[in-house]
């Protein structure tokens, strides 16, 4: 076992899969943990035809669903991590732009290193090719931190960020998504109303400007800042991973909920509820990953 153990940090250092830091688990797990000795977990991400899928989001999370650590495949479509808690249960989200999104979970057991495959399928394309003589539609539903941090916009909340830098991820209105209507965050459904998600402003008539004096109705359109009390306004910016949009006419992965929805994955260490928002989970984890000082 040491052998194999050996083996496998040797092909971690020379391809730079073993990432930098070694994480643990949040104390109420880690009580439950085996002898201590670290456990080398190698994760690779491939497609339906057995190709190796390179640049993928990989997030681990713990039982309770807090963001552990998170990083993206390289060329070899292979991610290493070293654990320090055994006995355990753990699950994998994988995600990349043009693929459905992958959810695995395992148990850390006795071990020295754990290998997992995790297959993506190709997205179908959603309508078929048209030719267009004036502009091409968007099709960036996501959105993720490092973008985030180099806007030089005023970003207080999820909700500005997504209003900001990518409008189209509240709904696609060209694609009969007027608006999204299902959030997730850290892979779990909220039970929350469209219209939280999506602050309406109130609807008035305003007159014409034509010197008629006609009345006409202004439409519902989203608010310029979410309520303070607004799911996305609780989520704080410089807690987010990623956050992607899945529009209505996708195909369902995980039940009806999963279409017209947001998802947004949360900074290792980081977790989230409608009374708190985003919380610091693990200061030791946080600290790992450089979330907090």
Excluded at 25 to 39: D, F, M, N, T, W
Excluded at 81 to 107: E, H
Excluded at 215 to 234: E, G, N, T
Excluded at 237 to 261: D, H, L, W
Aim: aromatic residues 6%; glycine residues 6%.
């Amino acid at each position: 076992m040491l052998q194999v153990k050996r083996r496998a940090l040797a092909l971690a250092g020379r391809t730079g899969l073993l990432a930098a830091l070694s994480i643990g688990l949040p104390a109420k797990v880690a009580a439950q943990g085996g002898s201590g000795r670290p456990i080398v977990l190698v994760i690779t991400a491939y497609d339906e035809l057995s190709a190796v899928v390179p640049d993928a989001r990989l997030t681990l999370f713990s039982v309770e669903g807090v963001a552990l650590a998170s990083a993206r495949s390289d060329a070899f479509g292979r991610w290493a991590i070293r654990l320090t808690t055994r006995d355990t249960s753990l699950s994998l989200s994988v995600r990349k732009i043009g693929f459905a999104p992958a959810n695995q979970s395992f148990l850390v057991g006795s071990s020295d290193t754990i290998a997992i495959k995790v297959q993506l399928l190709h997205q179908p394309n959603e309508l078929d090719t048209v030719r267009v003589t004036s502009r091409v539609l968007s099709n960036n539903y996501t959105l993720d931190a490092d973008e985030i941090a180099r806007s030089k916009r005023t970003i207080l909340d999820a909700y500005d960020a997504l209003r900001d830098l990518r409008p189209n991820m509240l709904g696609d209105r060209m694609r009969n998504c007027p608006f999204v209507q299902n959030l997730w965050v850290n892979g779990r459904p909220l039970p929350v109303f469209a219209s939280e998600i999506v602050p309406m402003a109130d609807g008035g008539q305003l007159t014409r400007d034509d010197g008629s004096g006609r009345r006409v109705l202004r439409s519902h359109a989203p608010v310029a800042h979410a309520p303070p009390d607004a799911p996305l306004a609780l989520v704080k910016p410089q807690f987010i991973s990623e956050m992607r949009y899945v529009n209505c006419n996708a195909t369902p992965r995980a039940g009806t909920r999963s279409v017209n929805a947001l998802f947004i994955d949360l900074k290792p260490g980081i977790g989230f509820d409608l009374k708190r928002g985003t919380y610091v989970a693990d200061t030791a984890i946080a600290r790992a990953a450089r979330v907090v000082p």
